[in-house]
């Protein structure tokens, strides 16, 4: 096949419609696929092969979508880089896949110098609207570089990308993408939409495009949608783009849905011309989306996956985001939906057995694509979590009869007090009904007489607080006993890594530096 493709056909099929608005600009199909195929050639003309390494760490922008299909075009391994990572960070993840260049620009310009006093494979960084020392910069580079398709055939296992994941529990490690896994990436998500989705749709990024957010751009393009693209999240940005351009998508992270609906209230934007909001990323809580259905009605869609596999794993579709009970409990809105299409899914013991309906486990995924995704530089590391053809996550949860999936954490996470599992969403679900408090987050702190102390810190809203028998009372009545944390600590903010996920390593080894005292 050629590198590629879709961006081509696309092109053809859409021509001179809007595809891509950056900075009020707005870029049609035709435009898009020249300014690919200029890098695309220019790569190629610096010397790059097939399957050579090109990292690029940018905002949200025009080039870091160039940079994207122009690498995909020209055969080459694209690497995108979390603009949150520190210079150490980025230091070990460029040491360990070796790029030949990297787009960037002047903003990281510290973070760059430090990488490049400990890199040697790292020949030229490429600036833009900014020179490095005397390296090219990105309009030099493209300037005069031929217009039409470089038309580099790749076989179907070749590598197209590798994905770093977020790092929590160590260095990052690098997830490789063939074109194969691609492809069924696109097929998954396609098939998974239970809407349509035409030229007359839209969509606006920004959540970073190295990350989740990064998965729609290609069916977007491909069905002729509009990508908007963000540098940042901003509420009232966001709610101007979505009047001005009647945008029907978006994605957004729990955080992001939660300010959002903090800052409705604040302005008078129409924002009537949503369809969808794609959410996912990490669990929200059911009080902030009950909230936000009753402001955008059920337009609200939940994508649970991870890096290893092709998305999305489950999907709680708009219609099923109304309450049922199980158990005698209201709590639909807390799952994550059920198996997409092409994905099977099954809760396992600590021995690998299936375990029953309503039973905490190991969340187990079979998908086309899974037994043979590799990571990157390892001596066959994937063997750990793949047996038998069938990925072991790590994330424990259970599902229901419906067979709708509850997340209920991670097996690192699990805290083990008095010789009872504790599993900290659970009681961090409950604890976030009190609409005193924004955020939590409970962990296990080491104890020589229970093994480990439920430990919970909490943030409040603006204005609003609760003593620590208040909230004890309020548990008293929800969970039972040993559930319930013994200490409750009051925090600022909640640490967060790369990809804003609560940071629960980094709390457990500062969290005495960060208790409001």
């Known amino acids: 096949m050629i590198a590629g493709h879709e961006i081509y056909w696309a092109s053809k099929q859409f021509k001179k419609k809007n595809m891509l608005i950056c900075n009020d600009v707005k870029y049609n199909a035709s435009e898009i696929n020249t300014l690919s195929n200029q890098l695309a050639n220019a790569l190629i003309k610096q010397g790059l092969k097939k399957e050579d390494r090109v990292a690029v760490l940018l905002k949200n922008s025009l080039e870091s979508v160039i940079t994207l299909f122009g690498i995909q075009k020209a055969g080459m391994i694209y690497v995108g880089l979390n603009e949150r990572y520190s210079s150490n960070e980025l230091t070990k993840i460029i040491l360990d896949c070796k790029p030949t260049i990297i787009f960037t620009s002047k903003e990281f310009k510290e973070k760059i110098n430090k990488t490049m006093k400990s890199v040697k494979s790292l020949i030229k960084v490429i600036g833009i609207r900014w020179q490095y020392e005397d390296f090219i910069t990105y309009e030099n580079l493209i300037h005069n570089s031929r217009k039409y398709a470089p038309n580099i055939f790749v076989n179907k296992n070749d590598i197209m990308r590798i994905q770093y994941t977020s790092g929590t529990t160590g260095v990052p490690k690098g997830i490789v993408y063939s074109w194969k896994q691609h492809q069924h990436r696109l097929t998954n998500f396609f098939l998974a939409l239970e809407s349509s989705l035409d030229i007359s749709d839209s969509i606006v990024h920004m959540a970073p495009l190295t990350h989740a957010s990064g998965n729609f751009l290609h069916p977007f393009f491909i069905r002729g949608a509009t990508n908007i693209i963000s540098e940042e999240f901003n509420t009232k940005k966001l709610q101007e783009m979505i009047n001005k351009e009647k945008v029907t998508y978006l994605f957004l992270v729990p955080t992001m849905i939660k300010r959002l609906i903090e800052d409705l209230n604040k302005t008078k934007f129409d924002l009537s011309s949503l369809k969808r909001i794609f959410y996912g990323a990490s669990p929200i809580p059911t009080n902030i989306l009950k909230e936000g259905i009753e402001h955008f009605g059920y337009i609200f869609r939940q994508h649970y996956g991870m890096t290893e596999v092709p998305q999305p794993v489950t999907v709680l579709y708009p219609h099923e985001h109304k309450i049922s009970k199980f158990r005698n409990k209201n709590i639909r809105l807390s799952s994550c939906g059920r198996a997409s299409i092409n994905v099977n899914i099954k809760i396992t013991n600590e021995l690998g057995k299936k375990v029953k309906i309503g039973q905490v486990g190991e969340i187990c995924i079979e998908a086309k694509g899974v037994a043979s995704f590799k990571y990157w530089n390892t ?139």
Not at 384 to 396: A, M, P, Q
Not at 416 to 424: A, E, K, L, R, T
Not at 442 to 458: H, K, L, R, S, Y
Request: proline share 3%; aromatic share 10%; charged share 25%.
């Open 379 to 517: 001596d066959n590391l994937e063997n750990e979590s793949i047996k038998n053809g069938w990925f072991h996550t790590n994330d424990l949860g259970w599902m229901d009869g419906d067979g709708y999936l509850y997340l209920t954490g991670r097996k690192s996470d699990m805290i083990i007090s008095g010789g009872f599992n504790i599993y900290p969403n659970e009681v961090e679900s409950i604890i976030l009904q009190l609409k005193e408090i924004s955020e939590v987050v409970v962990i296990g702190i080491p104890d020589e007489i229970w093994g480990e102390i439920v430990t919970a810190f909490v943030v409040f809203n603006k204005g609003m607080k609760l003593t620590q028998s208040q909230i004890l009372d309020f548990l008293s009545k929800e969970i039972s006993s040993y559930k319930k944390p013994k200490k409750i600590h009051t925090v600022k903010n909640l640490p967060r890594n790369n990809n804003r996920k609560i940071d629960r390593n980094f709390l457990k080894k500062n969290w005495r530096n960060l208790i409001i005292k």
